[in-house]
Nanobody, 120 residues
Framework: QVQLVESGGGLVQAGGSLRLSCVAS????MGWFRQAPGKEREFVAA????????NYADSVKGRFTISRDNAKNTVYLQMSGLKPEDAAVYYC?????????????????WGQGTQVTVSS
């Protein structure tokens, strides 16, 4: 069973930055998703197995950066220029395929989520 443990959420002012971390119990293609109250879970960013390929939702391009440290089995989501609309529970996800996916159904394992709150 794959275990994913997220950390790094919190409260930040609009325009501020946060870095989320996700430690996996193995090496997988990884993604970050988010879910705001009353909304569906949506794709944020993904990175492939090697770390060489990334993709982002249009809403976060230029503000968020996904990266990974395979020596630590850890994936990061650096978030800058945060907006109130970025507030959500952020979930880390892993998939058993090597490439990325922007679909919720493309992932096999999920973390418990970490709350990000952005004050205006």
């Amino acid at each position: 069973q794959v275990q994913l443990v997220e950390s790094g959420g919190g409260l930040v002012q609009a325009g501020g930055s946060l870095r989320l971390s996700c430690v996996a119990s193995g090496r997988y293609a990884m993604g970050w998703f988010r879910q705001a109250p009353g909304k569906e879970r949506e794709f944020v960013a993904a990175v492939n197995w090697s770390g060489r390929v990334t993709n982002y939702a249009d809403s976060v391009k230029g503000r968020f950066t996904i990266s990974r440290d395979n020596a630590k089995n850890t994936v990061y989501l650096q978030m800058s220029g945060l907006k109130p609309e970025d507030a959500a529970v952020y979930y880390c996800a892993a998939r058993t395929y090597l490439g990325t996916s922007d679909s919720v159904t493309g992932y096999d394992y999920w973390g418990q989520g970490t709350q990000v709150t952005v004050s205006s």
